[in-house]
């Protein structure tokens, strides 16, 4: 089959599966965080953590509790790393460096799953089961968590609350995440991925030679990994390894594993604040700026651009044989859309404009479709922007949903959108303005020279800011420099505009509901869908732009 | 203490009780019971697709690509070639990795030029005729598979090293070509550890 069938097949599969599933999984969200039917299970665990379920959080507790919650998954995080070798399970690892443990607590605990060691050689089953795989389902229901508090931020009337944290990252997991991860991770089981508690074997080759086959519980830990867009490896090669993903179909599994939720939480959207069509709206807005970037990705690779693509006559290196260029840029521009950050390829060695459109969909800021959660209310705040412009360009009052879009509510937009750009362009520049660091940055971490070597760097920024997690893997972060400026990056790209996002909501739940008139924006038609989508592409375009043509664009362009 | 600052104290120990049930549950209970179930209905799977020989010895999993070369990494012309490694020292289950370098990386394109001149004389074939898959390092470093062109273009060599006609063993590769899944999920294979599997079963 010709290698651009063969892609619109892919993408069609993965469209149609998620035509078909996300408006009952959309639902089902909905009916999760909008029932007062607690399971018995689920009260019985209130009371044992002291929470009375029925009790109501302003934003700035609501906030707290996702602080809480975040600083003490942090904590134990680092605390089984640094105890790693009293941990049963350890495969006889020794305990891992402070700076490390630290970068690694905190890039799963913010959803980011950025890894600056090779797990093989790191981690035991004891930190990647008891540590890393407990992150990735807490930090997904975080993600959650907000999402309905801000979707409560439009539907509450005059009313300070929006909900209770407590509650909500509870039923994300008992309702939606446990049960989808243990079938998932049954079918990929199924489908060759290992689960086991051997350990390494060694074995006798064909030829003679020894080999070392890895043992682990890989598909507990795969499935929650792409559900909750996470995407930490428990093998270094991450999805690429055959024995976290051996397959084309566990690979188009795995990519509508990670693509699920965020495209069903438009539907969730619609439902609870009874307009379906709003949320027809900010999935059809996910939905367009993702087909075109996957489209293009796979252009790149298919066209093979480059010296050593040209001279080995396609874009190999780095790429599995069973997936080939296609299922690779698939893969690759689905992980970096979505803030998964699961690689079943190194993007390291893709095209300079293949690679370059994986930074750029990070720098979209995650909002088509984005993480788990994170994705919804980036791509919320984005058309509270797009509806305020509208608004300027008549000289009308800007309202969303009915909620008036005021000097304060401007100003936390603002501040939202500005937060992960900072911290990407200013790192990034530190790295090269610094010269003792810029000498250890071209030195020790960048694996390429050049050009490729500055798009490393700037990838790691954009990745880690945007809770991405996936890297241009040449680079050697374990260092003092990234280890510190990367954890800040993550710690501050997750954080900082939650909390701008929540003072939003809590600032709508606030307000009257403003009667809809005949002068009122719509936010359903495809206008406003053009509107928002031309909104992310001119705010990353202005912001990214002239970094991007020091990086994979010259590279792009030279050859 | 504050209003404020003890409702703080009470949300963190609120975290710390739910983080630590979460870890019973997702963290122990969880991969226990993936473990149970996958071992209970795909064993095999679940332990690596392990493949045994006569003796009931493990020779290898066809999901991890093997090396099939002398001490010194050359070719030995009798098996079929994986591609280029680079986990470890090549196929090193216990270092997954690709070789991470760019599109421009002059070490890089030193390498594969310089592959292309071994693939070129061992098989007697024109560089042009080299597919990318048999030049250039899978992601993995342990990926068990080549393209079908790559594994044609090996089996008159491979017939000669065995004395063996080229039409049994070009039989043998067509036999072992898998398509994607469902013909589309992914690109067309040969086994190489498959192939050579049964190569050593006809001598």
């Known amino acids: 089959m010709p290698a651009v069938w063969m892609a619109i097949a892919q993408i069609a599969t993965l469209i149609t599966l998620l035509i078909l599933l996300h408006r009952p999984v959309g639902d089902w969200i909905a009916t999760v965080f909008s029932t007062a039917k607690d399971w018995r299970i689920e009260r019985g665990l209130y009371r044992l953590i002291g929470v009375a379920p029925r009790s109501e959080q302003s934003w700035p507790v609501y906030l707290r509790s996702v602080l809480a919650f975040s600083v003490v998954g942090i904590l134990l995080v680092y605390l089984l790393q640094r105890t790693q070798e009293l941990l049963p399970y350890s495969l006889g690892l020794p305990a891992v460096d402070p700076l490390l443990a630290m970068n690694t607590a905190i890039s799963f605990a913010t959803n980011t799953n950025w890894q600056s060691y090779s797990p093989e050689l790191t981690m035991g089953y004891a930190v990647q089961m008891a540590g890393l795989a407990v992150q990735n389902f807490l930090s997904a229901a975080v993600g959650l968590a907000v999402a309905v508090a801000v979707i409560r931020g439009f539907t509450g009337v005059t009313t300070r609350t929006l909900g209770n944290f407590w509650v909500d990252v509870v039923r994300a997991v008992t309702r939606i995440l446990l049960p989808a991860a243990l079938v998932a991770a049954v079918a990929l089981s199924i489908g060759g991925v290992i689960q086991n508690f051997a350990g390494f074997t060694e074995l006798t080759t064909l030829t003679g030679g020894t080999q070392t086959i890895p043992g682990g519980p890989v598909a507990s830990q795969e499935a929650i990994k792409q559900l909750g867009t996470n995407g930490g490896g428990f093998f270094n090669a991450n999805s690429a390894h055959p024995f976290e993903n051996p397959s084309g179909w566990t690979n188009t599994f795995e990519a509508f594993l990670f693509l699920l939720i965020p495209f069903s939480l438009p539907r969730t959207f619609g439902t609870l604040v009874g307009d379906r069509r709003q949320g027809r709206a900010v999935l059809a807005t996910m939905a367009t700026l993702a087909i075109v970037s996957t489209g293009l990705l796979v252009w790149a690779e298919l066209a093979a651009g480059g010296t050593a693509p040209q001279l080995a006559g396609g874009a190999m290196e780095g790429k599995e044989t069973r997936y080939g260029p296609v299922a690779s840029a698939i893969f690759a521009a689905g992980t970096t859309l979505t803030s998964t950050g699961s690689v079943n390829s190194m993007h390291d060695s893709f095209t300079a404009f293949g690679g370059g459109i994986a930074i750029v969909d990070m720098m979209l800021g995650e909002v088509a479709p984005g993480g788990v959660g994170s994705g919804l209310y980036g791509l919320l705040v984005i058309a509270i922007l797009a509806v305020f412009i509208a608004g300027l360009m008549v000289g009308r009052t800007p309202e969303y949903l009915g909620k008036r879009i005021g000097a304060r509510e401007i100003k936390l937009v603002g501040l939202y959108i500005l937060a992960t750009p900072i911290l990407v362009l200013v790192f990034t520049g530190l790295s090269f303005a610094i010269p003792t660091v810029r000498a250890d940055v071209e030195g020790t971490s960048m694996a390429n020279g050049g050009l490729h070597g500055f798009s490393e760097v700037l990838y790691a920024y954009a990745s880690a800011a945007n809770n991405n997690g996936s890297a241009f893997a040449g680079l050697t972060a374990a260092t003092p420099w990234f280890g510190t400026t990367l954890s800040i990056a993550m710690l501050l790209g997750r954080f900082l505009p939650i909390v701008f996002v929540l003072a939003l909501a809590g600032s709508f739940a606030a307000q009257r509901r403003v009667p809809t008139t005949a002068g009122t924006l719509p936010t359903h038609r495809p206008m406003f869908i053009g509107l928002v989508a031309a909104t992310v592409l001119i705010v990353s375009a202005l912001t990214y732009f002239p970094i991007l043509a020091l990086g994979p664009l010259a590279e792009g362009l030279q050859s | ?203």
């Open chain 2, 1 to 203: 203490m504050s209003i404020a600052s003890r409702g703080t104290a009470r949300q963190h120990l609120v975290a710390v009780r739910l983080l630590l049930i979460a870890t019973v549950v997702l963290g122990i209970a969880y991969p226990f019971t993936v473990t149970g179930i996958a071992q209970l209905v795909a064993a095999p799977q679940a332990n690596g697709s392990l493949l045994r020989d006569a003796e009931g010895e493990v020779v290898g999993s066809p999901l991890i690509g093997q090396s099939f070369t002398d001490a010194d990494g050359g070719a030995l012309p009798e098996w079929f070639q994986s591609r280029p490694s680079a986990a470890g020292d090549g196929y090193d289950g216990g270092a997954s990795s690709g070789s991470n370098l760019g599109p421009e990386n002059p070490d890089l394109v030193e390498s594969i030029t310089a592959r292309q001149a071994a693939i070129a004389e061992l098989d007697g074939v024109s560089v042009a005729d080299i597919p990318a898959d048999a030049v250039t390092a899978s992601a993995s470093g342990l990926d068990p598979q080549i393209s079908p062109e790559y594994a044609l273009l090996q089996a008159d060599r491979v017939a000669a090293a065995r004395g063996i006609p080229t039409a049994t063993v070009e039989a043998l590769v067509r036999s072992k070509i898998a398509a994607g899944d469902l013909g589309y999920l992914g690109a067309p294979t040969v086994n190489v550890l498959e192939l050579n599997l049964a190569l050593a079963q006809i001598g």
